[in-house]
């Protein structure tokens, strides 16, 4: 959200967004609109809500082109059906003139990212895109977006929670806790040799697929955000915790070529 | 261990089970427009000391039948029978009585506690209802199970995280010692780190008090994890059941081959996954002549189309309803 400048008013920005060499954060307000639908665009999870009721999908589709595009209602209108075939959309002419509560969760969706896509913009953010979604239909989903991303050549950033969408679909991954990255890494890297106390007890925490046998839970809930712990966030939870965690809070460092962590302990061997 | 042999006389047995639900209204007429087929002709068993795993696609009618299964909803048909005793069309007064017997949790923990309750008189609440007495000591006891502090008693809803919500709920629903607990989809709304922790919590506490669940998820690696009979549901209609290992290991009908392979590898394989079906669940309004699943089916055939199949034996307590397995 804050990547997009989408947070309200009251909310504290700090640091730098760095889009094609450009701080974005400082961009004059008019600007922003311009470059937001247009060259990065958002997918969130619940399509029902983020899509409007009482448009047809061909309105709402043809409005986000001629917001960006000097463009007549007809080459929109065509042009939306383009993209719904785009999207893999069955019968897509037919479905213009469909309201969003004829369709199924999957087909909304698939909307959203034609609705996203319709400025072919260089970044996509997909905020949890299929987590509201059925399994079948989630694997659809992201199938899809990996076609479109060879396709059109998208850099796509895919927020979720679910550690099999990152290891199937992803390229590099960003752990984050408590609103800091605490490794970033390949998704081989990731999965292979993970270095933060927090993504090795995540990893350990998946469903191994062999039944019965006790999963291994992470002890201890999530600190609040309001009341932060002044050293590292995860030191309450951290089975490699020492006196030095609660001091200190580990920056970000990287251990090998493209693989970084943000803990004291992961150094120790170094 | 009280895990039972499913050879016994089952806990709860359900039989030709329907709810089919109006929809519109015909002008002059109190007809409805058409019929929506929730849940459309159930068979079940469930055991006690044993997890059921129920799943599906949303909107297959899985939550419908967990609400149908403790009778929080009339079924419109069907028979339901409680230790061998039919519940399903008992008076109010009785089905207060036999309400102990079974309880509920619910996939949002925040959407049911009461936000102006405190944590004490939730947990009380059923045996409020129920005139038992000692509420103190049992709400301790309660909440000693599942590994919250006894204290928390007098606090409210809000100061709790969704894991801890959720154990409020799992309290609740032991204070009248169960025989059985229908849980719809109770860890999804958690967060991962903490739905282990609440799974391992299910299981802990059906080893001590050896009661019956019926576990409804989308998710088959918990369902893998947590139960010991699946029942695959479609469109209203079971299409496959059995132990876990049976159905999951070896899947007999098309579409719970397709769940299985829909389940994402945990860990990078090094190939580009792919999609198993495509298309999705039609509407239960309009429920295709034949196989509910031939339109989506890899293998479909004509006689899917005309023909409806029924449950079938597989393997040794593997059923599934496919013309072709």
């Known amino acids: 959200m804050a990547l997009l400048g989408?947070?309200?008013?009251?909310?504290?920005?700090?640091?730098?967004?760095?889009?094609?060499?450009?701080?974005?954060?400082?961009?004059?307000?008019?600007?922003?609109?311009?470059?937001?639908?247009r060259r990065i665009s958002m997918i969130f999870q619940d399509p029902m809500s983020s899509l409007n009721p009482v448009l047809t999908i061909g309105q709402q589709i043809s409005e986000t082109l001629?917001?960006?595009?000097?463009?007549?209602?007809?080459?929109?209108?065509?042009?939306?059906?383009?993209?719904?075939?785009?999207?893999?959309?069955?019968?897509?002419?037919?479905?213009?003139?469909?309201?969003?509560?004829?369709?199924?969760?999957?087909?909304?969706?698939?909307?959203?990212?034609?609705?996203?896509?319709?400025?072919?913009?260089?970044?996509?953010?997909?905020d949890e895109p299929t987590t509201a979604l059925d399994v079948t239909v989630q694997a659809q989903i992201l199938d899809l977006l990996l076609d479109l991303r060879d396709e059109t050549n998208l850099s796509i950033l895919l927020i979720t929670h679910d550690l099999g969408v990152i290891a199937n679909f992803a390229d590099r991954v960003a752990v984050m806790y408590c609103g800091r990255?605490?490794?970033?890494?390949?998704?081989?890297?990731?999965?292979?040799?993970?270095?933060?106390?927090?993504?090795?007890?995540?990893?350990?925490?998946?469903?191994?697929?062999?039944?019965?046998?006790?999963?291994?839970?992470?002890?201890?809930?999530?600190?609040?955000?309001?009341?932060?712990?002044?050293?590292?966030?995860?030191?309450?939870?951290?089975?490699?915790?020492?006196?030095?965690?609660?001091?200190?809070?580990?920056?970000?460092?990287?251990?090998?070529?493209?693989?970084?962590?943000?803990?004291?302990?992961?150094?120790?061997?170094? | 261990?009280?895990?039972?042999?499913?050879?016994?006389?089952?806990?709860?047995?359900?039989?030709?089970?329907?709810?089919?639900?109006?929809?519109?209204?015909?002008?002059?007429?109190?007809?409805?427009?058409?019929?929506?087929?929730?849940?459309?002709?159930?068979?079940?068993?469930?055991?006690?000391?044993?997890t059921l795993g129920l799943v599906g696609e949303s909107g297959c009618g899985k939550s419908?039948?967990?609400?149908?299964?403790?009778?929080?909803?009339?079924?419109?048909?069907?028979?339901i029978k409680l230790d061998g005793e039919e519940i399903s069309n008992v008076s109010a007064r009785k089905l207060m009585g036999l309400r102990k017997r079974f309880q509920m949790v619910f996939q949002d923990p925040m959407g049911s506690l009461d936000p102006r309750m405190k944590i004490g008189e939730s947990v009380a609440e059923p045996m409020y209802l129920n005139g038992i007495g000692n509420r103190r000591e049992k709400v301790a006891e309660m909440l000693e199970a599942v590994s919250l502090s006894p204290e928390i008693a007098n606090r409210f809803p809000h100061e709790f995280s969704g894991g801890q919500r959720q154990r409020i709920c799992i309290a609740r629903a032991l204070t009248l010692e169960p025989d059985l607990i229908v849980a719809d989809e109770p860890v999804a709304a958690l967060d991962v780190s903490v739905q282990a922790q609440i799974v391992n919590l299910f299981q802990d506490?059906?080893?001590?008090?050896?009661?019956?669940?019926?576990?409804?998820?989308?998710?088959?690696?918990?369902?893998?994890?947590?139960?010991?009979?699946?029942?695959?549901?479609?469109?209203?209609?079971?299409?496959?059941?059995?132990?876990?290992?049976?159905?999951?290991?070896?899947?007999?009908?098309?579409?719970?081959?397709?769940?299985?392979?829909?389940?994402?590898?945990?860990?990078?394989?090094?190939?580009?996954?792919?999609p198993p079906v495509s298309g999705d669940l039609p509407s239960p309004i309009n429920i295709p002549k034949g196989c509910r699943f031939a339109s989506r089916c890899p293998m479909a055939k004509d006689l899917c189309r005309e023909e409806e199949p029924v449950l079938r034996r597989v393997a040794n307590g593997q059923h599934a309803a496919c013309h072709f397995t």
């Open chain 2, 64 to 79: 419908t039948l967990g609400r149908l299964l403790i009778r929080l909803l009339e079924p419109t048909s069907g028979a």
């Open chain 2, 205 to 274: 506490i059906q080893q001590k008090m050896g009661l019956g669940y019926v576990f409804i998820s989308h998710d088959l690696g918990v369902v893998r994890h947590i139960a010991d009979d699946v029942a695959v549901m479609y469109l209203g209609k079971i299409v496959e059941q059995g132990s876990v290992k049976e159905v999951l290991d070896a899947p007999a009908h098309p579409y719970t081959r397709a769940l299985v392979s829909a389940i994402l590898p945990p860990r990078p394989t090094g190939v580009r996954f792919r």
């Open chain 1, 6 to 37: 989408l947070q309200p008013e009251s909310a504290q920005v700090e640091g730098e967004v760095r889009f094609s060499g450009q701080n974005i954060l400082t961009l004059p307000g008019d600007q922003m609109t311009a470059l937001r639908g």
């Open chain 2, 1 to 50: 261990m009280h895990r039972s042999d499913p050879n016994d006389v089952p806990l709860m047995t359900v039989h030709a089970l329907k709810k089919h639900f109006p929809v519109g209204r015909q002008l002059f007429s109190k007809e409805p427009k058409a019929w929506l087929r929730a849940v459309d002709g159930v068979d079940l068993q469930i055991h006690r000391g044993r």
């Open chain 1, 181 to 270: 990255v605490m490794e970033a890494a390949s998704v081989g890297d990731f999965f292979d040799a993970p270095s933060h106390p927090y993504a090795e007890a995540l990893i350990r925490s998946i469903p191994g697929g062999s039944s019965q046998e006790r999963l291994e839970a992470i002890p201890g809930t999530v600190p609040k955000l309001t009341d932060l712990p002044r050293g590292c966030r995860f030191a309450t939870r951290c089975l490699r915790y020492r006196a030095a965690c609660s001091e200190d809070l580990p920056e970000l460092r990287e251990i090998s070529p493209g693989h970084s962590t943000a803990c004291f302990r992961a150094f120790d061997n170094a």
């Open chain 1, 66 to 126: 001629r917001a960006h595009f000097d463009m007549s209602r007809r080459d929109a209108w065509t042009r939306s059906k383009h993209l719904l075939d785009l999207v893999r959309v069955p019968g897509a002419a037919g479905r213009l003139q469909a309201y969003p509560h004829e369709l199924s969760g999957g087909l909304r969706q698939r909307v959203m990212i034609a609705m996203a896509l319709a400025c072919e913009p260089e970044l996509l953010l997909a």
